[in-house]
């Protein structure tokens, strides 16, 4: 009897150590593959400055690696690109979000909500390559009519995707955070007189602020990174961007596009990793800011 | 567990099968200019001779003479020559690179049917893509800004382009477009847009206007919808379309080389608005050991 008591006593032991380990390989494995990835592009990226002035990288205006007269390697017009097409997607997908994300917690039916969520968060399955088909049949020539343009290729074509691509995230993390404000909050609220709008917009949002802004971060980082959808649906030309309803290039098409037919270990593949580091910096400070300003809130919270 | 036992060997074994199998098949792999021609030889030829795998992807003539470079394809489809750089790489990889030369084209610049312009000279074109004419009204059109549409730097049609016909940079206001078909689509929308695509991409396509040009100020336009004008060289943007293969070809890629420079290959090629291979391009195919 004892042995058997022993055994199992055993066997649970070494189970545990065993699950132990299982989960410290998991935590560990994600920030070993972190600082690999951040090696090796800065590794792969460094040789790309013995030929490329740094200055002349980080605020040159002219990006033509393949030209026919003098290379040249500079991202301004990548940045702005960038920013322009993740500003103007924020700036449709936040209202929207936020706004689907209240209804649901807030005003529609528990059917409604049961039906509707679900049916947002399969918005996130859609293989981008279809959003961008979208943007060249559907809303290119849309904005085209609207617009009076020639052609609807251009850096709110791409926000417009973007911002698709980008709501799921926000509206079921924000949702989610909504969801999670306490009844009482709300029951108080109602209480003193305040009428149901009043209440999501003073009360509940408010309170899940540091939730939302978590969804807003997250919706942002996938439209900084998004490549295809951006790639096939805001026309790609390489001049500095002018104005929305104008052709832009982003880091990530660049990379795309340049990296198929780029000659292994010459100036032009390092520039690519370069291009390749500006965005996963670029990426890193937006995660961590979204880190800093969810522990502020929980904080002022508390 | 004896059923993950089974699981396993029956994917190993499906791993060998799909193995062996990918030995026998072609890979061939490139540009965005040749791949419906290629595709359409490869469905003929395999019809032809049942149990002959082909399969034709695309990507750009950069990404398929970059895969032939690291051997991950028998054929490179090329719209461009292959560069010196390329020539170098290819040889410190032990690819030894022969050329084929499987169609001509006549690369086509197109505008929107309701552009009144309807024949450019090569300089004009070469000014336009250059960025040094923005508005129509500079060649005699209308007074509107022009729009361009090109490839992107992958494509050998944007390289055989910017080398033959602009000698130059692009302009960076140029957009850059995923391939021909991408390009078609777009100038069919604008009225102020311009681009340049293969020939078998405008043979049969309405609602375009398909220029003709011509070498110089005062020569004579050509269209390159017209055969007799590509064969002679009277339309001035022609180019060999090019297979590039390693070393001299053997069994069955070899056998659909010859299918494919054979009269059989060379009327899918028509058909498909290309032209066949000018004799003075048949040097290069013997060369090949064709």
Sequence with gaps: MQMVIKKSWFNNSIKEKLIHGFFFCNGIISVVVLLGIFALLVFTSIPAFSEVNLKDFLFGTTWNPTSYVKEQYGIIPMLVSTFMVTIGALAIAIPLGIGTAAYLSDVASPRVREIAKPTVEILAGIPSVVIGFLGIVLVGPFLSKVFGIHNGLNALNGSILLAVMALPTIVSISEDALSNVPKSYGQASLALGATKWQTVIKVKIPSALSGIIAACMLGMGRAIGETMTVLMATGCAPAMPERFLGPVRTLTSSIAIELGEVAYNTTHYYALFALGLVLFIITFFVNMTSDIILHKFEKVNR | MKNLLGVLMLSLGLLWSTNAQAQEMLQIKGSDTLINLVQRLAEVYMEENPGAYIAVTGGGS?????????KKCDIANASRLMKPKEMAQASDQGVNVNRVVIAMDGLSVITHPDNPIKKLTVDAIGKIFRGEITNWS????????ITMYGRQSNSGTFVFFRDAVLKGDYSQKMN?????????????????????VGVGYVKDATGLTVLSVAAKVNGEYASPLNSADVKSGKYPITRPLNQYINGSPTGPLKEFLEFELSSSGQTVVEEEGFFPIPAEYEEFNTKAGL
């Design chain 2, 62 to 70: 950069g990404t398929g003479v970059a895969a032939l470079i690291n």
């Design chain 2, 138 to 145: 500079d060649v005699g059109g209308n007074n509107t800004p």
């Design chain 2, 176 to 196: 850059r477009m995923n391939g021909n078909a991408q390009i078609v689509e777009a100038v069919k929308r604008d009225i102020s847009g311009v681009g340049y």
